[in-house]
Nanobody, 115 residues
Framework: QVQLVETGGGLVQAGGSLRLSCAASGSIFAINDMSWHRQVPGKERELVAASTSGGSTNYADSVKGRFTISRDNRKNTVYLQMNSLKPGDSAVYYC?????????WGQGTQVTVSS
């Protein structure tokens, strides 16, 4: 079993920054893709940024140039650096690990951006 724990959420003013962390533990597979998603009430969960085990990354258009995903494979941790935050970025952010056809999710961390 894989466990994911997100940290780093909170309240920040528009234009500010936050850094989310997601630490994976348990049966960690050597090859995995990790990503960040977010969800607001009444809407579907959406992909924010993804990092593959091969080193490629991709971002939602709404966060390109502002958010950066990175990973430390030695620590089984993925990060999301969020800069120039906007009120529209407010959501619960979830970490995802995809490996061997299975998806694992963290419990989520709230990010609130005030105007």
């Amino acid at each position: 079993q894989v466990q994911l724990v997100e940290t780093g959420g909170g309240l920040v003013q528009a234009g500010g920054s936050l850094r989310l962390s997601c630490a994976a533990s348990g049966s960690i597979f050597a090859i995995n893709d990790m990503s960040w998603h977010r969800q607001v009430p009444g809407k579907e969960r959406e992909l924010v940024a993804a990092s593959t085990s091969g080193g490629s990354t991709n971002y939602a258009d709404s966060v390109k140039g502002r958010f950066t995903i990175s990973r430390d494979n030695r620590k089984n941790t993925v990060y999301l650096q969020m800069n120039s935050l906007k009120p529209g970025d407010s959501a619960v952010y979830y970490c995802n690990l995809h490996a061997l056809g299975a998806d694992y999710w963290g419990q989520g961390t709230q990010v609130t951006v005030s105007s």
